[in-house]
């Protein structure tokens, strides 16, 4: 299982946080602040493994996280799930991100966080893992998308309307 | 309207979005809070509006300042609207929120279940999806409860999509509600077959997760992932499949060889790093599992060992680490696997890596031997010297202890050495471990008596050199050790060399700043201290030395009577004055030495640290009793724990009975003694001084060596240790030239050549004896101390409540909730749940009702599949299976494979008799291992199944006080005739197979495994009676009661399509008499037919429920009914119908219920029951047959048999006891019968008597 899912900049400030344990508000930014002094203090060239975050999980968790740029990416998971299997999985989503933004960057993930969860969605669910093939999670995000652009533009018509008449 | 709309958009065309808000709050950086603070009352005001629209916007940005740390929950009922939109847009966006900021405790949760409920049936498959999304994150007991069953079906959607989804959430839904798990399990196991690889992998990732909490219930299971993994390529399935296996072997030994060789397969062959890793960890599990004795056990260990030392001289870290953390695996079973790699394990503990770093620490603590063990520990120290952060150096230290220090200092030699090594951590400031290195000092001190004169010397430099004093006292833990050498220099002061520099030294200012319990130390020693120096001054002429030293100790002690620490000051006070006193005597020339060295006399044995804890509660004890009255409210208030000092203590120090009364204690001490006395490994305590420690023939004859004092001992603060290092190399250098002289021969080639470097040669560990013979006392226990019975699982695992036996057959009341309205349900009130059937055999009837696309094909196999599913039942019992697998874990496998010889070869022939154990039994054959992935695969499905039929030929199952079991008595043949088998045969337990099919008739087709076998199997029964046939249709029923309602009886009529033609519309009608009448739908008429659910193409058969009301239960009745029905061809249809009698018999009023030999004689004796017996004569059939027909027609249960002789017990739907003791001597039966309800009893004697007289 995944316990929780963080993304944060080099700063330390959160671009997503998804938690699939109850935390409450608090506790969760502890968490993140926690897991980033963690985190930031380790070498580029040291493994991506980490025991012993305190606040989250005990001793059958682990911190698995990736560093791209200027953002981490960091899964607490249990001792269910593959270590290098969740490093690939990270890769996946990241790609993922790198595709549905054409480019992405640190931008794209704090201007849109609602979109970056939805995409999450397609990859973890309830802290499970859902799907791990990038190009099954695409097409089901893209299909989302076209939906919700249907169901603004029928929004928008009136306006449209409104305007030109 | 339109106008509205329009309002509404322009309204948001004028409202922030998520971005604004983002690019506000980076804008206002300095002033952040304010900034939000005004952007939630905005998100306020939108909330307020009727726009749906605008109210999403407001919902996404609270989303959004959720994850920056605010509490969104005042929102909750907004998202709860903006989830309910029809628009998925704004769906999606109320049902992330709800997921980020939802929990149990969100009140507004239960307002979502309908509205859950609608987006899980929404045709649109992705309103679904965003739905199962959002509910994966905050199911709660009640969601998932009410939800199960709609979740369930989704299980099964046409959407590969939604299934994998559907699958998923099962496991938070189990988690949630673990009655789901039961009935829902059957179709998830259905799913590990599905074509959709995604839904697959989602299957196998529930049930990895599942099984690795409960991992027995899941061993069968085995054969399907056997399958899996030789068939599926992905990774990701692989890998958890792997993973569980791991969690399978330790319980089934067999299992793992035959996981040994696909697995070492997919090692050589894989290039996906996870995969190989995966695959070795499990190999590892699989060997640890198995008892060593396998052949090529050891090539499977190198190739494990082997791969491992790529991944750990890899470049990459991540490999690095994991194949460190695979190899202290290994550690626990094959060390010396491991220890071959020293070199690279060493190596590791110089990488940059503080990850790996610690990794190979770990690795360490099994590498070490009496030969290398001072090498590592000179490198640690090293280690402890370059640390940088203190968490690291810390675990350092911890580690250097738990090296030398483990298994009863095991690898120690030299126990001076250990002193200055101890001695060496001291300097280490800022640590958190003192107390751990003072521990560690005072268990060597006690426990090693040739090393004390040592360590009180090394004590002594501490206290006297004191750099411990320096900086913060009370932060600085290594401070500890104070404690420790204060202690040691005090309790074996006769040691000390220089006793009055020492004592000056415990008396200083400066030990005033030393926390309060290491103060109260210093002041009880320095009393003992005085006291030897007392006892060695008075010897000599000249009395003003003692009389000096009195004066020291009264010019010391005031400030620490001054001091703010309630035991220092008391303790200090108590002294002073003693001293004063002594002086006073001194002054008068008196000797005094001895009478205060009585003060501290007797010697300390050390106590296990958990021997208090394990006294056993004597007889006649009772530990709630109060021995006085107990004081009143106020007195209890004002007393205040006084427990500073005995907190801070050592575990071995005097032990301190305070609350144990007089007479008990003097009893237990004389119950001590006289034990102590017996035995021989006890050392007594001298009871007059400490300074001999031979005179007990318990020590005897363990050989002291003197210490070698030519070691330099006085080199205050210095490290030392590595002098040790030298001296011990050279102390066995000098060794083994001695035994070369001896074993001049033998040994000349391999001694020689042997230089500083100590890995050079194969020296083996008996080589080296120890510096001095170490008498290592061991820890006393007191007398009859009870096992260890430490429980260390969390009450509060949500997985304890999954640990449910998937193998039994539903029972009744397990059945998931569904809504009333379904067409299945149409009859039934919700509250009879219970009574209904196994949801499994009834999710495809619902199925049938709701997706009326399914073709006929799949109709046919849902019948086949309940057929299975009763055919099931007859085979089981409600007994947990986890007995069975709890018990072949525990038995060797040697004894399970010597009965599986026997029962292999003939169950080879079928499938269907195929179970676990016997496709676990073809690993033994290598040739069969190349066929197990098709022999598993033409067994998987019925497998798990029948697996579980086995089961009651395991254990003996007492029963359970569980309602459970209501539903068909057949469960209970097996178990009472497996109860039979269980005492001639116990031994054999295990291979027993009965298979018994009562559809088919069929004696031949039940197959008998077990070889050894006194009784006859079973003939196939069944409760279901021929209620009226014609040629167009057959109904046979079963008649139950139901337990939750004592005044309903649930009849299962099962419809048999005997035409070529459709039969539909299906009309089932009582004529209700007074006494008993059918539940119909409110608002239908006392004379109205009930609908039969469902349609019966050709040659279909199915089950309808229909429940009735009985008044009075005492006597059987028969009620009249007809059956119409419409028969449809292709050109014509016609009304036909068909007359019945239902023929309520009193059995059918009985339920199996369990009881207890206990209960059951307690009931006779409260004589409420009425007697009453019956003769039959000549009963052919052997008597356990004749009791499994009890059980199975009449819902008895059998209570207790001796012979032949047998008690049994039922109870009637309302509550009727019905006691039977039945008697068989020849061909006659006697059956004595007792029940509260004569009139009932009657009737059911007679009904037995009409079961015996028909056959």
């Known amino acids: ?165 | 309207m339109a106008l509205k709309i329009v309002k509404g958009s322009i309204d948001r065309m004028f409202d922030k979005n998520l971005q604004d808000l983002v690019r506000g709050i980076r804008n206002h950086k300095e002033d952040e809070a304010k900034y939000i603070s005004t952007c939630i009352d905005e998100i306020k005001q939108e909330l307020k509006q009727d726009n749906i629209a605008v109210k999403a916007n407001a919902v996404c940005k609270l989303t959004y300042l959720q994850m920056l740390g605010y509490d969104v929950s005042w929102a909750a009922f907004n998202i709860v609207e903006v989830m309910s939109s029809s628009k998925f847009t704004y769906k999606r966006i109320g049902y992330l929120a709800a997921s980020q900021c939802f929990h149990e405790s969100t009140d507004v949760i239960m307002l979502t279940t309908n509205q859950i409920r609608k987006d899980l049936s929404s045709p649109n498959q992705y309103d679904t999806g965003v739905a199962l999304t959002g509910l994966s994150c905050f199911v709660t007991p009640d969601l998932a409860r009410d939800l199960a069953n709609d979740i369930m079906t989704l299980m099964s959607h046409t959407k590969p999509y939604i299934r994998k989804k559907a699958v998923l959430i099962m496991y938070k839904v189990f988690l949630k509600y673990p009655e789901s798990l039961r009935p829902a399990f059957p179709r998830l196991k259905e799913k590990l077959e599905d074509p959709d690889p995604g839904v697959q992998s989602a299957a196998v990732n529930v049930i990895c997760e599942l099984a690795r909490r409960n991992p027995k219930n899941y061993l069968s299971l085995a054969p399907l992932f056997f399958k899996l993994m030789t068939s599926s390529t992905n990774n990701w399935v692989l890998i958890k499949i792997i993973k569980l296996f791991g969690a399978l072997t330790p319980l089934e030994p067999r299992l793992g060889k035959k996981l040994i060789e696909p697995l070492t397969n997919l090692i050589h062959s894989t290039s996906a790093m996870s995969l190989l890793y995966e695959c070795v960890n499990t190999v590892i599990a699989v060997l640890i599992s198995l008892s060593s004795g396998m052949p090529n056990h050891s090539a499977s260990i190198q190739l494990c060992v082997q791969k491992l030392r790529i991944l750990i001289e890899d470049s990459d870290q991540n490999l690095k680490y994991l194949g460190l953390l695979a190899m202290s695996k290994i550690l626990k079973t094959h060390p010396k696997s491991v220890q071959s790699h020293k070199d690279l394990i060493l190596q590791c503990l110089d990488d940059k890596d503080e990850s790996i770093r610690l990794r190979a620490l770990d690795l360490l603590y099994g590498m070490v031997s009496k030969k290398n063990l001072m090498e590592i520990v000179k490198k640690l120290m090293l280690h402890v010297d370059k640390a940088e952060g203190t968490t690291y150096r810390d675990e350092l230290l911890t580690k250097i202890i738990d090296i030398c220090s483990q298994s009863n200092y095991q690898y120690i030699t030299n126990f001076e050495w250990y002193i200055s090594i101890l001695v060496e951590l001291t300097r280490l400031e800022g640590t958190r471990h003192g107390h751990l290195i003072a521990s560690q000092m005072l268990d060597v001190a006690i426990r090693v008596k040739a090393i004390r004169a040592f360590a009180v010397a090394q004590m002594a430099t501490l206290l006297d050199n004191a750099h411990l004093l320096t900086g913060n006292m009370q932060r600085n833990g290594i401070c500890e050790v104070l404690y420790a050498a204060a202690w040691i220099c005090g309790e074996f002061s006769e040691h000390l060399e220089n006793p009055i520099q020492t004592l000056e030294a415990m008396l200083r200012p400066k030990v005033a700043t030393l926390p309060g319990h290491i103060q109260a130390v210093y002041v009880q020693n320095a009393a003992k201290l005085f006291a030897t120096v007392l006892k060695g001054q008075e010897g000599n002429t000249d009395s003003t030395a003692a009389q000096e030293t009195s004066q020291l100790m009264i010019d010391r002690l005031p400030l620490f009577v001054q001091s703010a620490n309630l035991e220092v000051q008391e303790r200090a006070s108590c002294i002073l004055q003693l001293v004063k006193y002594i002086q006073k005597l001194q002054q008068k020339d008196v000797e005094v030495a001895e009478e205060v060295s009585a003060l501290f006399a007797g010697e300390l044995n050390p106590v296990a640290p958990k021997a208090q804890k394990k006294v056993p509660v004597p007889e006649g004890l009772d530990l709630d009793a109060w021995i006085n009255e107990p004081p009143s409210e106020s007195e209890s208030e004002d007393e205040q724990p006084k427990a500073i000092f005995a907190k801070e203590e050592p575990k071995h120090s005097r032990p301190r009975h305070t609350e144990v009364d007089e007479k008990e204690l003097a009893r237990r001490r004389e119950a001590r003694k006289q034990e102590q006395a017996n035995n021989p490994f006890y050392i007594k305590a001298s009871p007059s001084s400490q300074k001999v420690y031979q005179d007990t023939p318990g020590v005897e004859h363990i050989p002291v060596v003197q210490i070698d004092l030519s070691v330099p001992l006085k080199v205050p603060g210095m490290p030392m240790s590595d002098q040790y290092v030298k001296l011990e190399e050279e102390r066995r250098q000098k060794e083994r030239a001695e035994k070369k002289k001896k074993e001049k021969k033998k040994r000349k080639e391999k001694r020689s050549g042997r230089g500083k470097k100590q890995d050079s040669g194969p020296e083996s560990e008996e080589d080296i004896t120890p510096a001095h013979m170490v008498d290592i006392v061991t820890e006393e226990m007191p007398e009859n101390a009870l096992p260890s019975d430490d429980d260390d699982k969390d009450p509060n695992d949500p997985h304890k409540a999954l640990d449910i036996d998937l193998d039994k057959p539903l029972a009744d009341s397990e059945k998931l909730p569904v809504r009333s309205h379904r067409a299945a349900e149409s009859l039934k009130s919700p509250a009879e749940d219970g009574d209904v059937e196994s949801a499994a055999i009834h999710a495809p009837k619902k199925k049938n009702g709701k997706e009326k696309r399914e073709k006929k094909k799949d109709k046919d196999s849902d019948r086949k599949k309940s057929k299975e599913e009763k055919k099931k039942k007859k085979h089981k019992h409600e007994e947990k299976e986890e007995d069975l697998l709890g018990g072949q874990a525990e038995e060797p496998a040697v004894q399970s494979e010597e009965t599986n010889e026997v029962a292999a070869p003939p169950t080879s022939t079928s499938a269907e008799v195929s179970d676990l154990d016997f496709w676990l039994s073809n690993a033994p054959v290598p040739s069969n291992t190349q066929e197990a992935p098709t022999v598993a695969a033409a067994e998987a499905a019925p497998v798990p199944k029948v697996a579980s039929g086995t089961a009651p030929n395991s254990e003996p199952d007492e029963p359970k006080d569980t309602e459970m079991e209501e539903t068909k008595s057949s469960k209970h043949k097996k178990k009472k005739q497996k109860k039979e088998k269980e005492e001639k045969e116990k031994k054999k337990k295990k291979k027993h197979h009965h298979h018994h099919h009562h559809s088919d008739g069929g004696g031949e087709e039940s197959v008998q495994n077990g070889t050894v076998e006194d009784e006859e199997p079973l003939p196939p029964m069944s409760n279901y009676c021929l209620l009226a046939e014609n040629s167009y249709i057959k109904m046979v029923c079963d008649i139950q009661g139901n337990l939750q309602d004592g005044s309903q009886v649930v009849v299962s009529v099962i419809f048999e399509n005997k035409c070529d033609s459709f039969l539909k519309s299906m009309e089932f009608n009582v004529l209700d008499s007074l006494n008993s009448k059918l539940q119909r739908p409110e608002g239908s008429g006392p004379h109205d037919g009930l609908t039969v659910p469902f349609q019966l193409p050709p040659g279909v058969s199915n089950e309808a429920r229909f429940v009735f009301t009985v008044q009075s239960i005492v006597m059987p009745q028969k009620l009249k009914g007809t059956l119409t029905f419409i028969v449809k061809n292709e050109d014509s249809s016609t009304h036909e119908k068909l007359d019945f009698k239902l023929h309520f018999t009193c059995t059918s009023y009985l339920i199996t219920t369990p009881c207890y030999s206990d209960a059951f004689a307690k009931l006779l004796e409260s004589g409420d029951l009425k007697g009453s017996s019956v003769r039959l004569e000549g009963v052919n059939m052997p008597f356990h047959h004749l009791l499994a027909r009890i059980c199975f027609h009449h819902h008895f249960s059998v209570v207790e048999r001796i012979d032949s002789c047998a008690s049994m017990y039922s109870r009637s739907i309302q509550g009727h006891h019905v006691c039977l003791l039945v008697k068989t001597s020849g061909q006659t039966v006697s059956i004595d019968a007792k029940c509260d309800e004569p009139t009932l009893l009657g009737n059911v004697l007679d009904e037995i008597k009409q079961t015996f007289s028909q056959c």
């Not at chain 1, 080099?10 to 109850?22: A, E």
């Not at chain 1, 980490?50 to 249990?78: M, N, P, Q, W």
């Not at chain 1, 973890?124 to 799907?131: D, F, I, S, Y």
């Open chain 1, 1 to 165: 299982m995944i316990k929780a899912i963080l993304i944060f900049n080099n700063h330390g400030k959160p671009r997503l946080i998804r938690f699939y344990q109850y935390f409450a508000e608090d506790m969760q930014q502890q968490i993140i602040r926690e897991t980033f002094h963690l985190v930031s203090k380790r070498d580029d060239n040291v493994c991506n493994f980490l025991e012993g975050g305190s606040l989250i999980g005990g001793s059958d968790y682990k911190l698995i996280y990736r560093h791209y740029a200027t953002l981490y990416f960091v899964f607490c998971v249990d001792s269910s799930e593959s270590e290098l299997g969740i490093l690939d999985l990270i890769q996946v989503f990241v790609e993922t991100l790198d595709k549905c933004f054409e480019n992405v960057c640190e931008l794209d993930l704090i201007f849109h966080m609602d979109k970056v969860h939805y995409i999450l969605q397609e990859v973890v669910m309830g802290g499970m893992v859902l799907e791990t093939n990038m190009n099954e999670i695409v097409a089901q995000v893209e299909v989302q998308n076209r939906m919700e652009k249907s169901e603004v533009s029928v929004q928008c018509q009136p306006v449209a309307e409104l305007i030109s008449g």
